[in-house]
């Protein structure tokens, strides 16, 4: 028969189960707190728990991007290595390694543990990043162009720390083909790509080529494509640019359309690209475009229902190309119960000194095929190019002021008059 313990036995036993019970809830609320702390104040948490690679991580890199006081790179180092003997699967250790022997000026020890980041994870950020600056800085720009995709695929947002180096390796006959086959291929960074180029001189000449060079390809320019690099042309005033690049991309079809003004027949083709009809968003009005065999009664064009509302600014605008000489604009409309508390006028502007070169206002009332026009001249200087809107006299939202009926528009032409 066993003998049983002694009061005092027992009470030593349950103190026992309590105390290993109690370290090791402390424990776990340590590492919990640990956790809870770890990115905003690191040091915190890898006081509370020195196993915590990712405060660890936190804590070195806080170090490293200090800008005010010059980290200690040997105190940090063995950091890292001691986190490193925790968790030697952990690229992102690996990486601060490599930066750190990268700052201590052993750059091909850095570029080894760098690859050995990248063998553990290819889309490591910090490896990548330098893996690009090194492929650029030895131009092996084809090794560039693809680790920028594998960055870009894996973390987008990291678009703009790129961007400034992209015209570079696009101005290198390697580089230009490694980007060009990387958008080809549909890269999801591929927007980015021409909305960053549009900003300057030289980056619009470089998305012009490419725009270029995919037309034929499976994966042609798109229309916003297009649409950004001509808008560019247009911001730094390169109007020729702009324009022959909007005829470049007209299909055939689109090219019957053609004329001093594009579609003028308001067919419902539009793309919105600047040298074709833009509608702006205006909650005031719908407007719709359609053939004559779909539009009711047969009226095709463009049609404006105005929704008993304020109007102010333009409806539909075009940029179009005028040499200078002698024009007739001309319009044929109809209307049903129009009413127009302020004037609704087609202008042409010229983008330039010259300013506004012809104006005509569209009457109210109820009509069919009526026809208005306005002659008018391009002058030599200050008139480059134009830009064509139908838009209302308001100056002010005024409820007072509100559009009411029907405009329908079937064709608006310009004509050159024999000097």
């Known amino acids: 028969m066993m003998e049983q313990a002694s009061p005092l036995m027992q009470s030593l036993r349950r103190s026992s189960v ?32 020195p196993l915590n690679v990712d405060a660890v991580i936190d ?54 543990v760098f690859d050995q980041a990248r063998k553990l994870s290819k889309t490591e950020i910090h490896a990548l990043q330098r893996s690009i600056s090194r492929a650029v800085e030895t131009g092996d720009l084809p090794k560039g162009v693809r680790e920028i995709d594998i960055l870009l695929r894996r973390w987008p947002e990291q678009f703009s720390a790129i961007a400034e180096g992209l015209p570079m390796i696009l101005s290198n006959p390697d580089g230009y083909q490694a980007m060009l086959t990387a958008i080809r291929a549909q890269a999801p960074w591929r927007a980015n790509l021409f909305i960053a180029l549009s900003r300057t001189p030289a980056g619009l000449d470089l998305s012009n080529r490419l725009l270029l060079d995919l037309t034929g390809s499976a994966a042609p320019p798109t229309s916003s494509e297009l649409s950004g690099v001509i808008n560019g042309y247009i911001r730094q005033k390169q109007y020729e640019p702009a324009y022959r690049l909007f005829l470049f991309s007209l299909s055939d079809e689109e090219r019957k359309l053609g004329g001093y003004i594009f579609n003028s027949t308001f067919e419902p083709v539009s793309d919105g690209k600047p040298f074709d009809w833009q509608v702006p968003d205006h909650s005031g009005l719908e407007v719709t475009f359609a053939t004559s065999q779909d539009a009711v009664e047969g009226e095709g064009g463009a049609t404006i229902r105005f929704l008993n509302t304020p109007v102010k600014n333009t409806a539909l605008q075009q940029y179009i190309q005028l040499p200078p000489g002698s024009y007739k604009i001309s319009l044929v409309a109809s209307a049903r119960n129009l009413k127009l508390p302020k004037e609704l006028f087609w202008s042409v502007k010229c983008l330039g000194p010259a300013g506004e070169i012809a104006i005509f206002n569209i009457p109210e009332g109820t009509y069919s095929r009526r026809k208005l026009g306005q002659d008018f001249s391009v002058v030599p200087t200050g008139c480059p190019m134009q830009l064509l809107t139908l838009q209302t006299a308001a100056i002010a939202e005024s409820w007072r002021f509100r559009y009411v009926g029907t405009l329908v528009m079937h064709k ?7 000097s």
Request: charged share 25%.
């Open 18 to 49: 309590w105390f290993v019970a109690s370290v090791l809830v402390l424990l776990a609320l340590s590492i919990g707190l640990s956790r809870f702390l770890e990115t905003e104040t690191p040091a915190v948490s890898v006081a509370l728990d």
């Open 59 to 112: 804590e070195i890199t806080s170090d490293l991007n200090d800008t005010n006081n010059a980290p200690d790179l040997d105190v940090l180092l063995h950091r890292a290595m001691r986190a490193l003997a925790f968790d030697v699967a952990d690229a992102r250790l690996y990486s601060l390694i490599g930066e750190i022997k990268y700052r201590q000026g052993e750059k091909d020890e850095a570029y080894r």
């Open 412 to 418: 608006l032409s310009i004509e050159r008059l024999s």
